[in-house]
C-alpha cells in the first residue's frame, strides 16, 4: 500500500520561502507523476503541479512564477517550494500520486500539513 | 482553464434517503475526465469516482455517477451514516486539473 508523508513547518512568515517535502513509501517514485494540491476555505481545493520521476514538471499558470517541484529519486521523495507567501497562501497541503495513465487523476494522497503564514 | 461549479452547497438529509449532487464544467471536459471525491473531516480527498461513471475499487455500489460533456451527476441511492462528507468533482483531462467548490452531504 502507497504511502504519503508530507513533512516541513506549519510557519511561514510572509514574504518568506515555504519548503515542503514528500516521502513515498510502500512504492517507488519512479514511472509516476506527483502532485502538490492545497486546501483553504477561501480557494478549496486547488492544484499547484506535478512532477514526473524524471523530473518534468507542470504547473499551475496562477502559482507558477512562485512555485518550484523537484525530485529525489535516491530518497522516493519530491518537493515544493514556494517563494513570495502571504497569508492567502495559508492552506493545507497535500501530496498525492497521480493514477497513471489517467490523466491528472489522484489516487493516492498524504494526510495534510497544515501551513499559516503569518509574522 | 476550466471552471467547475458544483451545487447545492449544502444538502441536509436523514439516513436513508437518495440524493443527488450536480458539477457543471465551464467547457467540455475531454474524455469524460471527471471524478467524485468524497473528503470526511480530518482526512484528505477519497477517489470515489472516475470516468464520470466507473467506481472506484471498494466503493459500493449505491453510489452512481453520470453524465458527459458539461453536465455531471453523482447519485447516492440511499444514504449510509459514512456517506455523510463533502463531495468534490474534478476534472482532470486538461492541464491544469480544477476542482469544484464541493457539495456538503451533512445529517438533518
Known amino acids: 500500500q502507497v504511502q504519503l508523508q508530507e513533512s516541513g513547518p506549519g510557519l511561514v512568515k510572509p514574504s518568506e520561502t515555504l519548503s515542503l517535502s514528500c516521502t513515498v513509501s510502500g512504492g517507488s517514485i519512479n514511472n509516476y507523476y506527483w502532485s502538490w494540491i492545497r486546501q483553504s476555505p477561501g480557494l478549496g481545493l486547488e492544484w499547484i503541479g506535478s512532477?514526473?520521476?524524471?523530473?518534468?514538471?507542470n504547473y499551475n499558470p496562477s502559482l507558477k512564477s512562485r512555485v518550484t517541484i523537484s525530485v529525489d529519486t535516491s530518497k522516493n521523495q519530491f518537493s515544493l517550494k514556494m517563494t513570495s507567501m502571504t497569508a492567502a497562501d495559508t492552506a493545507v497541503y497535500y501530496c498525492?500520486?497521480?493514477?497513471?495513465?489517467?490523466?491528472?487523476?489522484?489516487?493516492?494522497w498524504g494526510q495534510g500539513t497544515q501551513v499559516t503564514v503569518s509574522s | 482553464e476550466i471552471v467547475l461549479t458544483q451545487s447545492p452547497g449544502t444538502l441536509s438529509l436523514f439516513p436513508g434517503e437518495r440524493v443527488t449532487l450536480s458539477c457543471r464544467a465551464s467547457q467540455s471536459v475531454s474524455s469524460s475526465y471527471l471524478a467524485w471525491y468524497q473528503q470526511r473531516p480530518g482526512q484528505p480527498p477519497r477517489v470515489f469516482i472516475y470516468?464520470?461513471?466507473t467506481r472506484a475499487t471498494g466503493i459500493p455500489d449505491r453510489f452512481r455517477g453520470s453524465g458527459s460533456g458539461t453536465d455531471f451527476t453523482l447519485t447516492i441511492s440511499s444514504l449510509e451514516p459514512e456517506d455523510f462528507a463533502v463531495y468534490y468533482c474534478q476534472q482532470y483531462g486538461s492541464s491544469p486539473p480544477g476542482f469544484g467548490g464541493g457539495t456538503k452531504v451533512e445529517v438533518k
Open positions: 470516468g464520470a461513471s
Open positions: 512532477i514526473y520521476y524524471s523530473g518534468s514538471t
Open positions: 498525492a500520486r497521480v493514477w497513471s495513465g489517467n490523466g491528472w487523476l489522484l489516487d493516492y
